[in-house]
């Protein structure tokens, strides 16, 4: 009896629309953010039962799995380049650290509020989210249509919805470069920025229709499949995020046409994704199932149509790999537009891409994300433009970050207490190519730091770097592992720095430094005491940093390397000890010139989704004895906060100072949440052990080992850490805290 309907229904199609042949099937997918991942399930089942679909519209993340579609991908190669994509990656408003050039690392995810300046004046962009990883990851997925500019053309001809921003009403994408299309359609307003498009500003095309079905209909469908994600404006208990709620405002006018775009399609899907809203990204797999599930109950459907037709019409053969042949894009040249600030030599030098030379879409988006590493730009889009001879021009559209930006951060630690951060980063001051800033914290402990550095090569992978480092702290004197006394120490820094880039993740360089250390007794107790010292230092530097996150990381090498020569040394100082006065006379601190080597890294491997495995060796080594107490290595705690300080777990910031240390540590790293880790360390370390013959060196004077075991939640005002540590050589418990993003 089915059987006979399905006829029936489609003899009567045929006879009312489509009288010249077999009728047309129109799909319509509908937007609903991370719901719309369901799609992909019902697309599957139509593959399965054999259904040709001859047109396809969408809206906002059914215009992306429907341009997929589309484009020639099945159900089952969307379901799969869906199932591992990073949400939080492609929908960040910065790069991500793997991108970062080496030399901006240092900057990356330091403060909590970061405000734009331009022209003296704070910037407020048009939405939280650029979607420049977005864009680059839907540019690498349809590479193989890069040449389609007539949407009709594709192997399913398609249409995606967008809303123009002037005027409200809806906006048919058929052609152009279709990544743009579908990143406008999805263009929720103040979430994502709106995209250009036609000369129009384009945001997302659910707030005037999220469910275009009448618009597959005027293309030529007889027979329309839709597939609807929204209900209609959602009940108060169920905005749950603010992507929900901002989604709802935006949709109030596509509200009421819904009822009138079920009536017109002949097969209506409604998948239950009860407890999901626009935002649940992080159970996009769950969300995948769930459609798969509804596309299963539907196949049998799909499947009768799909024999009816063949029945009434003859035998048709599904192609469910449609997609092009990939083809290798050659480019005649390269253009680019949207300048402002920077120039276009200096784009292209960093992109370092050549003209007549052919390029994967893969080499193309590396080479991009070397120039978005260097935060001089905050969107970089492209597009090809075929000539009529066949060759093609490539032809970039950039958005640049306003020179200026004022950053703010606030931190809390054990050892520095609290600190509010200010920072003022300028590019291009005094010579174009270049960064300037200045790092202020204001706390009991103030800290400064400035820098400037120009670049100095086509590719701008060589540059001059100088600094200046100011930093008062607490300079602590324990004897046996038990304070006896807190001085405070004051440390100036003068340097000048050549930097080489080897690759994007490392560097090497040659500095010169001037160096000026302070220590001083703040109260009276039995010991005052007042020293300085300044010298000169000479040295080669490495850095090397591929991990795939600033904190927490589970892949990847962070290597910092420094070895000099310290010479002209002017050590002085001058005590006090129960009544009795001392100077550098009577007590004489060695100032000779020595060799200088400090040496840490730290390797991350992922052993599964919850676990990494952390190893670090560290090295601090003066060879001479008897230097200036201020200018030894500091060893003690979990994070690197102050100047020649080697992290030791077991032991508070400072606890012992040195002028040999080597030191191992293995930590297991183990993931409780999306932001949340529980961390575990063990580390020993051998120390003074420069001039010591082998057979005097003892586990007491000589030997270190302790344990740690830290809660840490990687926060928005940065990285929360609770630590409880225990040292052998005491036998005593100690706590560690900090609080935000470190100076």
Same mark, same amino acid.
């Given at each position: 009896?089915?059987?006979?309907?399905?006829?029936?229904?489609? @003899?009567?199609?045929?006879?009312?629309?489509?009288?010249?042949?077999?009728?047309?099937?129109?799909?319509?997918?509908?937007?609903?953010? @991370?719901?719309?991942?369901?799609?992909?399930?019902?697309?599957? @089942?139509?593959?399965?039962?054999?259904?040709?679909?001859?047109?396809?519209? =969408?809206?906002?993340?059914?215009? &992306?799995?429907?341009?997929?579609?589309?484009? =020639?991908?099945?159900?089952?190669?969307?379901?799969?380049?869906?199932?591992?994509?990073?949400?939080?990656?492609? /929908?960040?408003?910065?790069?991500?650290?793997?991108?970062?050039?080496?030399?901006?690392?240092?900057?990356?995810?330091?403060?909590?509020?970061? &405000?734009?300046? %331009?022209?003296?004046?704070?910037?407020?962009?048009r939405g939280l989210i650029d979607g420049q990883e977005l864009w680059l990851k839907l540019a690498e997925f349809f590479e193989p249509v890069y040449n389609i500019r007539d949407f009709s053309k594709l192997p399913i001809p398609f249409k995606c919805m967008g809303t123009d921003l002037s005027t409200g009403n809806v906006v048919e994408m058929d052609h152009g470069n279709i990544v743009n299309a579908i990143r406008a359609s999805m263009a929720i307003p103040s979430v994502f920025t709106p995209v250009h498009y036609d000369d129009k500003l384009l945001a997302d095309g659910g707030m005037v229709d999220n469910f275009p079905v009448m618009n597959v209909k005027q293309m030529g469908a007889d027979f329309v499949i839709g597939v609807n994600l929204n209900h209609g404006l959602s009940k108060a208990e169920d905005l749950e995020s603010t992507l929900d709620i901002l989604g709802q405002i935006a949709f109030f006018k596509d509200a009421a046409t819904i009822e009138k775009n079920k009536a017109a399609c002949d097969i209506y899907i409604f998948p239950d994704l009860t407890g999901y809203g626009a935002g649940s990204f992080g159970d996009s797999d769950t969300i995948i199932n769930r459609g798969i599930e509804t596309g299963k109950k539907y196949y049998a459907q799909f499947k009768r149509l799909a024999d009816s037709l063949?029945?009434?019409?003859?035998?048709?053969?599904?192609? %469910?790999?449609?997609?092009?042949? @990939?083809?290798?894009?050659?480019?005649?040249?390269?253009?680019?537009?949207?300048?402002?600030?920077?120039?276009?030599?200096?784009?292209?030098?960093?992109?370092?891409?050549?003209?007549?030379?052919?390029?994967?879409?893969?080499?193309?988006?590396?080479?991009?994300?070397?120039?978005?590493?260097?935060?001089?730009?905050?969107?970089?889009?492209?597009?090809?433009?075929?000539?009529?001879?066949?060759?093609? %021009?490539?032809? /970039?559209?950039?958005?640049?970050?306003?020179?200026?930006?004022?950053?703010?951060?606030?931190?809390?630690?054990?050892?520095?207490?609290?600190?509010? /951060?200010?920072?003022?980063?300028?590019?291009?001051?005094?010579?174009?190519?270049?960064?300037?800033?200045?790092? &202020?914290?204001?706390?009991? /402990?103030?800290?400064?730091?400035?820098?400037?550095?120009?670049?100095?090569?086509?590719?701008?992978?060589?540059?001059?770097?100088?600094?200046?480092?100011?930093?008062?702290?607490?300079f602590p004197l324990y004897q046996d592992f038990r304070l006896s006394q807190t001085l405070n120490s004051t440390y100036r820094v003068l340097d000048a720095q050549i930097q080489k880039n080897i690759n994007l993740y490392s560097y090497f360089g040659f500095g010169q430094q001037y160096n000026n250390s302070k220590i001083k007794t703040e109260e009276s107790p039995s010991l005052i005491y007042n020293g300085q010292n300044n010298y000169w230092f000479s040295y080669l530097t490495y850095g090397l940093n591929s991990t795939n996150r600033k904190y927490y990381p589970t892949k990847g090498w962070n290597v910092k390397a420094r070895a000099g020569y310290v010479y002209n040394q002017e050590p002085e100082h001058e005590y006090t000890y129960d009544d009795i006065s001392g100077s550098s006379d009577s007590i004489p601190i060695n100032d000779k010139d020595y060799l200088k080597l400090m040496i840490s890294a730290t390797h991350y491997s992922e052993l599964n989704s919850k676990f990494a495995f952390i190893k670090n060796a560290s090295l601090g080594y003066i060879i001479e004895n008897n230097t200036f107490v201020a200018d030894k290595f500091v060893v003690g705690g979990i994070n690197d906060i102050i100047l020649n300080q080697i992290s030791f777990a077991g032991l508070d910031v400072s606890e012992i100072k040195t002028g040999s240390i080597g030191s191992l540590q293995l930590g297991l790293q183990y993931q409780l949440s999306k932001k949340s880790f529980l961390i575990a360390r063990l580390n020993a370390a051998l120390y003074n052990f420069h001039g010591t013959k082998p057979e005097n060196i003892t586990a007491k004077n000589n030997f270190l080992s302790g344990y740690g075991l830290s809660y840490a939640l990687n926060s928005p005002i940065g990285p929360i850490e609770i630590t409880v540590m225990y040292s052998d050589q005491d036998a005593k418990v100690r706590n560690y805290i900090n609080l935000g993003f470190m100076f």
């Open positions: 009896m089915l059987l006979v309907f399905f006829l029936a229904l489609l @003899a009567g199609k045929v006879n009312s629309q489509s009288k010249n042949g077999r009728p047309k099937i129109g799909i319509t997918l509908s937007g609903g953010g @991370a719901k719309g991942l369901a799609h992909i399930g019902i697309l599957q @089942a139509i593959d399965s039962a054999g259904l040709n679909i001859d047109f396809i519209t =969408g809206t906002s993340m059914g215009s &992306v799995v429907g341009g997929l579609y589309a484009a =020639g991908y099945s159900g089952k190669d969307i379901e799969t380049m869906a199932r591992p994509l990073d949400w939080a990656v492609l /929908f960040s408003s910065s790069p991500q650290l793997d991108q970062i050039s080496i030399e901006e690392k240092s900057e990356y995810e330091k403060y909590a509020l970061i &405000v734009p300046i %331009e022209k003296r004046k704070i910037k407020i962009g063949d029945a009434i019409y003859g035998k048709q053969n599904f192609k %469910e790999e449609r997609l092009p042949e @990939a083809k290798h894009i050659t480019i005649s040249r390269h253009t680019a537009e949207g300048f402002k600030n920077t120039k276009e030599k200096f784009f292209f030098g960093m992109l370092n891409l050549q003209n007549n030379k052919n390029y994967s879409y893969g080499a193309i988006n590396d080479a991009i994300h070397r120039v978005y590493g260097s935060r001089y730009y905050k969107i970089i889009r492209y597009d090809f433009l075929p000539d009529t001879n066949g060759s093609t %021009e490539m032809r /970039f559209n950039v958005e640049e970050n306003p020179l200026t930006a004022l950053k703010v951060g606030l931190n809390y630690n054990s050892f520095t207490q609290i600190g509010l /951060f200010l920072n003022l980063t300028s590019r291009d001051l005094l010579f174009r190519e270049s960064r300037a800033l200045v790092s &202020v914290s204001i706390s009991e /402990f103030p800290q400064i730091y400035a820098e400037y550095f120009k670049y100095i090569n086509r590719k701008r992978t060589a540059r001059i770097v100088l600094d200046f480092y100011y930093q008062s702290t607490n």
